[in-house]
């Protein structure tokens, strides 16, 4: 009785890729080509060569579709993550710096640029040529200006009538920076004494300005000195202190009676030392 059917071994067998139809009476059903066992089919379902390709190519299709919709998914999705996520805000730069200090009419700051001043150096506050001694002996009251908002100032307000240490502290509390400010005040006039009467009133004209003998200063030997800087022009102890200056070194800060009180030390090739105190 002669069958109808087809071979199965698609990818190894031509008849099997051609889905070719064998006509077979062997009771065996077996391949010619490749020897596999026949699939007995009827006459109206025998696929063909060119309804297997559209089936392939039906799948691709598909395939292809869902891919589409899943990239499609996935910048979607991506956008709306993206664009809801906030831009963190940039760091805050955090300050030490005092930008101005303002000591009222009469006073002068020096030095005048303040962003020259390192830690621990000294800010003067000098009282004006023209400033009566009483005015001055009050002393001066400072408004301080900091760099930015970051940072806090203490004393906040601060009436100078001594040498005085102030510290910055910026806003977080990790950085800290401690200042030198010291008022120079108007040097005593001298002259002879005003004879007066039992009532105080003066009696007459004041006599001349009589200065004093010249006398030379203790280390005019080895350096010189305008009441703030020491420059050494020799090898010597630094008054004070148990250091030694070396030639061309520069003392400037706070002395007392020709003494190191609170000073900045730097060596002649301009590099600073140490911090010195009074010892």
């Known amino acids: 009785m002669e069958r109808k059917a ?3 071994n698609v990818g190894v067998c031509s008849l099997a890729n051609k889905v070719q139809v064998i006509t077979d009476d062997d009771a065996e059903l077996i391949c010619p080509e490749c020897g596999e066992e026949l699939e007995l089919v009827k006459e ?35 956008y709306f993550m993206m664009s809801d996520k906030k831009t963190p805000p940039p760091p805050v730069e955090h300050s030490v ?3 101005k200090i303002d000591a009222g009419e009469g006073w002068v700051v020096k030095p005048t640029e303040l962003s020259e ?8 506050i000098v009282a004006d040529d023209n400033m009566a001694k009483e005015v001055a002996d009050k002393g001066a009251t400072l408004a301080i200006t900091l760099e930015d908002s970051t940072s806090t100032i203490t004393p906040a307000n601060l009436v100078l009538t001594k040498d005085t240490v102030v510290t910055v502290t ?16 108007k040097a005593a006039e001298q002259g002879n004494p005003v004879e007066t009467g039992g009532d105080g009133t003066p009696i007459g ?41 070396q030639p061309g070194d520069r003392v400037t800060g706070v002395w007392v009676d020709g003494e190191v009180n609170s000073v900045r030390w730097f060596h002649a090739d301009g590099t600073p030392s140490e911090h010195l105190t009074h010892k």
Request: glycine share 10%; charged share 30%; hydrophobic share 35%.
């Open 97 to 99: 710096k005092i930008s």
């Open 44 to 78: 109206d379902t025998i696929p063909t060569a060119e309804d297997d390709e559209k089936k392939r190519k039906r799948k691709r299709i598909a395939a292809i579709c869902g891919g589409v919709v899943v990239l499609a998914g996935i910048g979607a999705g991506g």
């Open 117 to 124: 001043v390192s830690e621990k150096d000294t800010i003067w």
């Open 205 to 245: 004209e004041p006599g001349p300005v009589v200065p004093p003998d010249p006398q030379p200063e203790p280390w005019a030997s080895y350096a010189t000195f305008d009441g703030t800087t020491m420059q050494f022009k020799k090898a010597h102890v630094i008054p004070g202190t148990n250091e030694t200056a």
């Open 170 to 185: 910026s806003e977080d509390g990790k950085l800290s920076k401690k200042y030198i400010i010291a008022l120079k005040k």
């Open 6 to 8: 087809i071979c199965k």
